[in-house]
C-alpha cells in the first residue's frame, strides 16, 4: 500500500465519524500523490503526512452565558491550532449551530494550505461553537462572546494565534471578543482580525474575501482568452462573501443574477439590486423573502435550486457541500465556463471531478477564497507597525496577492503535468512550502 493510501486509512480510523475532515484530507492527498511518491522515502521517515493530518493543538470548552429571561445555557467552544510551520495559526472562528470538531478539522487543515498560498507568514487553525446566534439579542451575543474569549484568551495571542470572523461573526461579535481579551490580558494588540476601523482594523477587510474571489476568476479568465464583462454570473449565499462578490462582478461589468439564504433563493433576470441585498441582510438582518418588496419582477423559490440558472461563471459562496453531482450537470449542460470556490469546500467531490472532465475552469476554496484570510495577515501587519492604509493601498495589495496566488498554482499544476488542474496546483503549491519548513525545523 502507498504511503498515500496508508495515512488515508488512518485518518478515517483515529478521527471516526468526521466526514466533511476525511473529504479534506482524501481531496489534498489525492492532489499530493504525485509529489509524495517522488520523495516517498523521505516523507515516510520524517513522517511528514502524519504531522501534516494531525492538529498541533486540539482546545475544547464550555462556554455558559445567560440569556434576557436569566437562564443559564452551555455551548461547546473549539480551536483547533493545526499546523504553525510559516507563522502563528490564523483562521476564523465560526458559530453556528452545525459546528462540531470534524467541521473544525476541516476547516482548519485546508487553512494550512490556503493561508500558503497568499505567500504571507500564517499557519493553519479554527475555531468556533455550536451557539446560535440567530434571533438572540445584542446583549445575549455579548454575554456568549466574553464568555467564549475567557477561555480562548489562554490559547492565542498576536504572535501565537490570531483567529478571525467566519459564518456567524462579525463586526459586532469580533468588538465584544476584542474588548473582553483587552480586559483579561491587559494588552491592546492584534490578537484578532477583522476589528473596526476604530481599533485597528483594515479597510477592505469587510470586502476582501468576495473580491479577492473576483479579482483570481478575473485573471483566470483573462488567462484563457475571456473577459469578466459582459459575462452572466450566478452565486449563492447571501453573506459576506456573496455581498462583496457580486459587488466586484458588477464592477467589473459582469450581471449578476442569483442570491440565496438558508430558506431560499432569489432569480433577478435585470440582476441584482446590490443595495436592496445590503438593506435586507446587513441592515435589516431579514430573509431573502424580503427581495420582491424591492424587485417586484425578481422571482423567490423556497429551498435549493441557484445552479439551474443558466450562466457563464458559477461562484458557490454559502456553505460546504451545497454544490452536487446533479448541479455541475446542470450547470454543463447550460454552457458555464468557470466555477469558483468562494466558500470553504462547497462542491462535492464528484461535482468538481465532473466540472474538470468537462472543460470547465475549476478554482478550488483554498485559492478562489483566500483573499479573507490574506487582507486579515495584511490588517495583522497593520497592527505591527501600528499603520493605517488606505482603501486603495489594501485593494491593491489584495488585488496583487490573489493574481499572483492564480500563476502560482497554474505554474505548480504544471510543473506535474497538470495543466489546467487548479484543485491539484493549489494543494501542491500550498504543501510545498509548509514541508519545505516543517522538514526545516526538525521533528516538533
Known amino acids: 500500500m502507498s504511503y498515500t493510501d496508508e495515512i488515508m486509512e488512518r485518518v478515517i480510523r483515529e478521527n471516526p465519524n468526521e466526514p466533511e475532515f476525511h473529504q479534506a484530507v ?18 515516510r521517515r520524517d513522517a511528514i503526512l502524519e504531522r501534516l493530518v494531525n492538529p498541533e493543538r486540539q482546545i475544547k470548552f464550555r462556554v455558559p452565558w445567560i440569556d434576557r429571561h436569566g437562564q443559564v445555557h ?45 505567500g504571507l507568514p500564517i499557519g493553519g487553525g479554527k475555531g468556533g461553537s ?35 470572523g467566519d459564518i456567524g461573526v462579525g463586526g459586532r461579535e469580533i468588538g465584544y471578543m476584542f474588548g473582553q481579551y483587552k480586559k483579561l490580558r491587559g494588552l491592546f494588540e492584534g490578537v484578532l482580525t477583522g476589528k473596526g476601523l476604530s481599533y485597528g482594523g ?11 474571489l473576483l479579482y483570481i476568476v478575473e485573471e483566470m479568465l483573462k488567462s484563457h ?5 459582459g459575462k452572466t454570473v450566478v452565486v449563492s449565499g447571501a453573506g459576506n462573501v456573496a455581498i462583496y462578490a457580486i459587488e466586484k462582478a ?24 446590490l443595495k436592496a441585498l445590503k438593506e435586507i441582510k446587513e441592515v435589516k438582518r431579514a430573509r431573502l423573502t424580503e427581495y420582491k418588496k424591492y424587485r417586484p419582477d425578481s422571482e423567490y423559490h423556497e429551498g435549493r435550486g441557484v445552479w439551474q440558472i443558466k450562466c457563464d461563471v458559477a461562484l458557490p459562496c454559502a456553505t460546504q457541500n451545497e454544490l452536487g453531482i446533479e448541479d455541475a450537470k446542470l450547470l454543463v449542460e447550460n454552457g458555464v465556463i468557470a466555477v469558483a470556490e468562494g466558500a470553504n469546500m462547497p462542491d462535492t467531490p464528484e461535482a468538481f471531478k465532473y466540472l474538470q472532465e468537462h472543460g470547465v475552469l475549476f478554482l478550488p476554496g483554498k485559492a478562489a477564497n483566500a483573499g479573507g484570510v490574506a487582507t486579515s495577515a495584511l490588517e495583522m501587519s497593520q497592527n505591527s507597525e501600528r499603520l ?21 498554482i497554474d505554474d505548480a499544476a504544471k510543473r506535474y503535468g497538470m495543466e489546467g488542474n487548479y484543485v491539484a496546483g493549489a494543494n501542491i503549491a500550498g504543501f ?7 522538514l526545516a525545523q526538525g521533528i516538533v
Not at 92 to 103: A, E
Not at 203 to 210: D, H, I, P, Q
Open 130 to 164: 455550536d451557539f446560535d446566534p440567530k434571533g438572540k439579542t445584542d446583549r445575549e451575543i455579548m454575554s456568549f462572546c466574553q464568555n467564549f474569549m475567557t477561555e480562548l484568551s489562554k490559547y492565542i495571542g498576536a504572535d501565537t494565534d490570531v483567529p478571525a
Open 74 to 118: 452551555v455551548n461547546t467552544g473549539y480551536r483547533v491550532q493545526f499546523n504553525s510551520a510559516i507563522g502563528p495559526y490564523k483562521g476564523g472562528l465560526r458559530f453556528h449551530p452545525s459546528v462540531n470538531i470534524g467541521i473544525i478539522k476541516f476547516l482548519g487543515f485546508e487553512q494550512i494550505f490556503k493561508n500558503s498560498l497568499t
Open 250 to 273: 458588477q464592477q467589473m461589468g459582469a450581471k449578476v443574477v442569483t442570491c440565496s439564504d438558508s430558506t431560499g433563493w432569489v432569480y433577478d433576470p435585470e440582476g441584482i439590486d
Open 388 to 408: 493605517h492604509w488606505t482603501f486603495e493601498e489594501a485593494d491593491c495589495k489584495l488585488k496583487s496577492i490573489m493574481v499572483d496566488l492564480y500563476h502560482h
Open 202 to 212: 483594515s479597510l477592505v477587510r469587510t470586502e476582501a474575501t468576495g473580491y479577492g
Open 26 to 43: 482524501r481531496e489534498v492527498l489525492e492532489s499530493l500523490r504525485v509529489i509524495v511518491e517522488k520523495n516517498e522515502e523521505a516523507y
Open 225 to 229: 482568452g475571456h473577459d469578466m464583462a
Open 432 to 438: 510545498e512550502k509548509v514541508a519545505d519548513a516543517m
